[in-house]
């Protein structure tokens, strides 16, 4: 079974500030994603890659497949990313996630 | 985009009760739907996969007795847990894909039981 495992688990930022969060696995995979739950428990799939990198606005993701890592970036933080963020990974099995990143940001 | 709603969102009752869990692809139709759960402050741990007509896989040590779950069309799937126990009392979560259970999956806001 694959280990995932986020790094920090917790994580306070000033407003504006860039965050990385880390997230890496033990095992080969196929797809990696990248979620952010909300204090309420809604989730929202940010990225889902295989190879390279992906941005999206303020988020940028990259995955290393021969070192089994991805990151995820925040630039210019703000106060409404305060959230958890989920790494989760496939491969000849469903989804597996981390126990996730809570990031709070304070302005 | 596409958007999966849960219903209820949040719902109580007491021990020895069956609760019924909806969720439903509000603007696509769902091939694969998965259930999960999530403790306080843990990771989410998948429950079961549902194909539409067809009956759902359910992980390891989760009692499919226990945890109906129920998919008969494209846009809905219902979890029934029943006789529950407070340990039962968790946040459960859904997601569905468009095509192959390996697509992005698309999750819903989650419905929080509390068993009395």
């Known amino acids: 079974k694959n280990e995932v495992e986020q790094s920090p688990q917790n994580l306070t930022a000033q407003e504006g500030e860039f965050i990385t969060i880390n997230c890496s696995y033990s095992?080969?995979?196929?797809?990696l994603h990248w979620l952010q739950q909300h204090p309420g428990g809604g989730i929202v799939s940010l990225f889902m890659?295989?190879?390279g990198k992906k941005k999206h606005g303020r988020l940028i993701a990259t995955i290393n497949i021969q070192e089994k890592h991805s990151s995820l970036h925040i630039t210019a933080s703000h106060p409404r990313d305060s959230a958890v963020y989920i790494c989760?990974?496939?491969?000849?099995?469903?989804?597996?996630f981390g126990k996730g990143t809570r990031l709070s940001v304070i302005a | 985009g596409a958007v999966v709603s849960q219903h209820p969102s949040w719902v109580i009752c007491k021990s020895g009760t069956s609760v019924k869990i909806e969720c439903r692809s509000l603007d696509f139709q769902a091939t694969t739907m998965f259930w999960y759960r999530q403790f306080p402050k843990q990771s989410l741990m998948l429950m079961a996969t549902s194909n539409e007509g067809s009956k759902a896989t359910y992980e390891q040590g989760v009692e499919k007795d226990k945890f109906l779950i129920n998919h008969a069309s494209l846009t809905l799937s219902t979890l029934t847990v029943t006789s529950a126990h407070p340990e039962d009392s968790s946040f459960y979560i859904c997601?569905?894909?468009?095509?192959?259970?390996?697509?992005?999956?698309?999750f819903g806001p989650g419905t929080r039981l509390t068993v009395l």
């Open positions: 890659l295989s190879s």
């Open positions: 997601s569905a894909t468009q095509g192959a259970s390996t697509d992005t999956q698309y």
């Open positions: 095992v080969g995979i196929s797809a």
């Open positions: 989760a990974v496939r491969g000849n099995t469903p989804l597996v």
